[in-house]
């Protein structure tokens, strides 16, 4: 043991701190939802809460937590084991077939999360004679999925199809044998959508694979909530798509791939995420199979998850702040200075509203911002507080 091992690690977390940019974790008393009882010393206070990736409002929905509980008593709590040993259940498959079905693909494999899903799909499936061109702003589990793959890295602008092409031609120049575009189906920072249709374009002249990472969309985004593929019209042109059940289906847990079955069967014998680690346990998978149920017949949870954005949206310019353009329920209100993102963040949590400052290095320098997401539990009650306590403490700090 090394003392100054332990002071090493001592003066970053000074560092971090002194910088700013510690980040503290709030512990509810409540259930996840529109509302959450926030732990504040001796006492709970209950905020509204601007700021989950639960977009259908399905986090605490006593559907999902009934076929959660009926998968415990059937088929108990967990696998201890990995999924071809012996931790494969009925429901593991029909979980698969389920997902690949609504979201249009031969098959689909599940991960314990979205970021071992990105972590290990790279690897078994490019080599060293091939290339991944990969979107600036792509998840962080994409960049590091691609960290483990031997494939040669190629990087381009965010969304910029210039760029993109710029990539594909100095890929296909330096002999790339296979080459895969890998992003974002959403940008979770600004809320913009990936440009899918140009990018399948490229991918076409190119003769380039597409994956799309759609964790801040399958659910709520395009018809029946399949995604931004088919919202775009052009799910046949994505080959893989990745995604999460801890976002706006239950807000679990688990990740998943979905693609072509030589990609499914390739990932099941070769994807070390999938091969080294516990098989997601009956609960979540039985709890999964019922929000996918529930997020395709979903048609009025988006209705109001959309409704929601546009009132919130538009509350937010009438009171004179600076909103990114878009149409996706992530609504960022852009402040600018760090300094400024704090001050709202405790203000807005002063008033009873519950949102996360960003600022650098999640964002760039001089772009610090406000995320605020909405979700189809809040009502527009709730938003009309919201946006009196945004309106009140933007006041008092000087940003409208
Ligand atoms: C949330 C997220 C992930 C990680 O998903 P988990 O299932 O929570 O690991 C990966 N990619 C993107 C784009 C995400 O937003």
């Not at 059940?245 to 679990?252: D, Q, R, S, V």
Request: charge should be negative.
């Amino acid at each position: 043991m090394s003392a100054s091992f332990y002071s090493h690690l001592r003066q970053t977390l000074d560092e971090i701190a002194a910088d700013g940019l510690e980040k503290i974790e709030r512990p509810l008393a409540s259930k996840q939802g529109a509302h959450v009882d926030v732990v504040d010393g001796d006492t709970t206070r209950t905020l509204i809460n601007l700021c989950a990736n639960n977009y259908l409002g399905l986090a605490d929905d006593e559907r999902l937590a009934k076929a959660a509980m009926d998968a415990i008593e059937t088929h108990g709590l967990g696998m201890a084991s990995v999924r071809f040993i012996c931790g494969t259940q009925d429901l593991h498959r029909v979980l698969e077939r389920r997902l690949a079905d609504y979201l249009g693909k031969a098959d689909s494999i599940l991960f314990a999360a979205c970021f071992d899903a990105n972590g290990g799909l790279f690897e078994p499936l490019l080599g060293p004679q091939d290339a991944i061109i990969s979107d600036a702003l792509n998840h962080a589990s994409i960049i590091d999925g691609i960290r483990l793959c031997k494939a040669k890295r190629y990087r381009y602008a965010n969304n910029d199809m210039t760029a993109l092409e710029d990539q594909l031609k100095a890929a296909r120049s330096d002999g790339a044998r296979h080459i895969m575009i890998a992003t974002d189906g959403v940008f979770s920072m600004d809320g913009y959508l990936a440009d899918l249709k140009g990018i399948t374009e490229l991918a076409a002249r190119f003769d380039a694979q597409v994956m799309v990472d759609d964790c801040h969309a399958t659910g709520f985004m395009g018809p029946q909530g399949r995604g931004t593929p088919h919202l775009a019209g052009v799910a046949d042109q994505v080959d893989i798509l990745t995604g999460t059940f801890g976002k706006a289906l239950g807000g679990a847990l688990g990740g998943y791939v979905a693609g072509a079955q030589e990609v499914v069967d390739l990932l099941r014998q070769r994807a070390r995420p999938y091969l080294f680690s516990n098989a997601l346990p009956p609960m979540v998978v039985g709890a999964a199979i019922k929000a996918i149920e529930i997020a395709e017949a979903g048609d009025e949870l988006r209705a109001s998850l959309f409704s929601n954005s546009a009132y919130w949206r538009a509350g937010l310019e009438r009171a004179g702040f600076k909103v990114l353009p878009g149409q996706h329920p992530i609504i960022p209100v852009m402040l600018g200075e760090a300094h400024l993102a704090q001050q709202m963040a405790s203000g807005l949590n002063a008033k009873g509203v519950y949102v996360s400052g960003f600022f650098f290095p999640v964002v760039p320098k001089g772009q610090a911002r406000i995320r605020t997401q909405m979700n189809a539990a809040l009502t527009k009650a709730d938003l009309d507080e919201a946006l009196d306590a945004f309106t009140s403490v933007g006041r008092s700090i000087g940003v409208i």
